[in-house]
């Protein structure tokens, strides 16, 4: 823990989050630490054990940790698409809400984002299938009557398909 770890868009990159194939090179570093290279973004905040995997053999902060980190450098859009990823991935949102609590006592931005988003999402019962899919839902999914992954049935009742988008009463 002493040097830091792999954090913020780097760990996103790690990850394999959408949206995140390549970026800066990001350490999070203990407060007290100071370094300087060439092309590397260094933030300074405090981490706990809890907050810390490895990918690759490589050190960085956990999924939880890191789209908290990722509210404070990109637009929510993004993160969005990020949660999105993560809970089509099988991470826990009540993980995900948890980390974002402890880290928005240090009075940072990123995990009142995460927070917003998690709040946003509480009624959904499914994640997107894709990051377009997000994408297109910001951008139709504020005309009335539009819902999301809207079930199909025949008129006995058996199953046709699922619809990422449809108007029901149409």
Request: net charge negative; charged share 25%.
């Given at each position: 823990?002493?040097?830091?770890?792999?954090?913020?868009?780097?760990?996103?990159?790690?990850?394999?989050?959408?949206?995140?194939d390549e970026g800066p090179l990001e350490?999070?570093?203990?407060?007290?630490?100071?370094?300087?290279?060439?092309?590397?973004?260094?933030?300074?905040?405090?981490?706990?054990?809890?907050?810390?995997?490895?990918v690759d053999g490589i050190r960085c902060?956990?999924?939880?940790?890191?789209?908290?980190?990722?509210?404070?450098?990109?637009?929510?859009?993004?993160?969005?698409?990020?949660?999105?990823?993560?809970?089509?991935?099988?991470?826990?949102?009540?993980?995900?809400?948890?980390?974002?609590?402890?880290?928005?006592?240090?009075?940072?931005?990123?995990?009142?984002?995460?927070?917003?988003?998690?709040?946003?999402?509480?009624?959904?019962?499914?994640?997107?299938?894709?990051?377009?899919?997000?994408?297109?839902?910001?951008?139709?999914?504020?005309?009335?009557?539009?819902?999301?992954?809207?079930?199909?049935?025949?008129?006995?009742?058996?199953?046709?398909?699922?619809?990422?988008?449809?108007?029901?009463?149409?």
């Amino acid at each position: 823990r002493g040097a830091g770890v792999a954090g913020f868009r780097a760990a996103a990159a790690l990850h394999g989050v959408d949206g995140f194939d390549e970026g800066p090179l990001e350490l999070l570093v203990p407060t007290s630490r100071h370094i300087r290279l060439p092309a590397l973004v260094v933030h300074r905040g405090p981490f706990e054990h809890v907050d810390l995997t490895a990918v690759d053999g490589i050190r960085c902060t956990s999924i939880a940790r890191t789209l908290c980190d990722l509210g404070a450098v990109e637009p929510p859009g993004r993160v969005r698409i990020a949660v999105e990823w993560a809970w089509r991935h099988g991470v826990s949102r009540r993980w995900l809400r948890t980390t974002a609590e402890r880290l928005a006592r240090h009075a940072q931005r990123g995990p009142d984002v995460l927070l917003s988003l998690l709040d946003e999402s509480e009624g959904r019962l499914v994640a997107t299938e894709s990051a377009l899919e997000v994408q297109v839902e910001e951008v139709i999914g504020s005309l009335p009557g539009v819902v999301r992954q809207h079930p199909i049935h025949r008129s006995d009742g058996s199953f046709v398909a699922r619809v990422d988008f449809a108007v029901p009463e149409l």
